[in-house]
């Protein structure tokens, strides 16, 4: 899993211009048709390489979830190429669903675009101020006369962060980064923007002691690995979105259960290509487990999103510059109405 928060980041919605427009002229999801009265096959674009992360799709595919659900084929469709935003292959047809982030959709909707995010996979974004434990960042008025690593990419949550906590810029020497750890173990920086299920993990395995601050608890609370759709799915094709999120639940309940299968899949199967070490993928299985499961996805539902959360999402979306209103961004009614009619369906 790349600590580089650039997978994420606003400037992904590059070239968003239009975009509205191209999702517009679609027709019906060529993906999505019915084969011999079921579901047909369908494309779902990842937002990032195959690694660990998408742990519970590997276990749908793996354990036929998809295929009970009613689907021929579900197409996992690597992402983080450039011009590969999930917003991007809605308006094209490249795929029928995707994940991505409130931070890359919102942009898109407030261009135009009828999408929405109709659950979401991490209650809490893996962003994170990454820093040694012996010289730790432990609170947002630590970053204060500090040298952090940041990419251009993530300029965006970057002064997001700053703004929610009241620092100023000025007082934070912010250096130029390329996700290389090395910079912090060399004593150039005093911390960096990364991924909290990667960064620390691979620092540990490398000898390091790190610790985190989760940019979720220091004042900018935003979810991940978003399931983001066309208005027009919601609107035509509700009982297969449905089928297609119940698919993913089971696939999801599989994998925060056995963190070391989830890494054997990824790394024997669907991300063989990537080279991933089994162990470190099994250590940041079982730190997105934090981030995937918490007391309201245990009383609720995977995905789910309390109404409070998801107010804490757009006033962080705010402090991003991002001005939209939840019934614009958000439905969950379709997860609510999922574990109506299955309520086993929840963690037990």
Known sequence: MATSLDRRAFLRTTGLTGLALGLAACGESTAGGGQSGGLGSVKLQLSWKK???????????NKGYYKAAGFSQVELLSGGGSGTSVESGLATG?????????????????????????????????????????????????????KIGVQDSNELVWNALLKANGIDAAGVTRVPFQSDPSMLTSGQLDGYVGFVTSGPVRLKMQGHDATYLLLADAGLPLVAETFTVTQQTIDNERDKLKAFLT????????????????????????????????KEQTEEAKMQNELVVTPDVKANGLFTMTPELIEQN?????KAG?????????????LDEVYKADPSLKLS
Request: aromatic share 8%.
């Open 247 to 278: 698919a993913e639940i089971k696939g999801w309940k599989d994998a925060v259960a056995d963190p070391a299968k989830s890494a054997e899949l990824v790394a024997t199967v669907y991300g063989k290509d990537q080279n991933l070490d089994v």
């Open 322 to 334: 991002l001005a939209i209103k939840a019934e614009q961004l958000f439905d969950l009614t379709i």
């Open 94 to 146: 490249r795929c029928w669903i995707g994940l991505s982030a409130p931070t890359i959709t919102a942009p898109a909707i407030l261009q135009g675009a009828p999408l929405k995010i109709v659950g979401a996979t991490f209650q809490k974004n893996p962003f994170a101020i990454i820093s040694l434990s012996k010289k730790p960042i432990e609170s947002a008025k630590d970053l204060v006369g500090k």
């Open 51 to 61: 690694n660990v992360e998408f742990a519970g799709e590997y276990f749908a595919d």
């Open 314 to 318: 757009i006033a962080s979306l705010g």
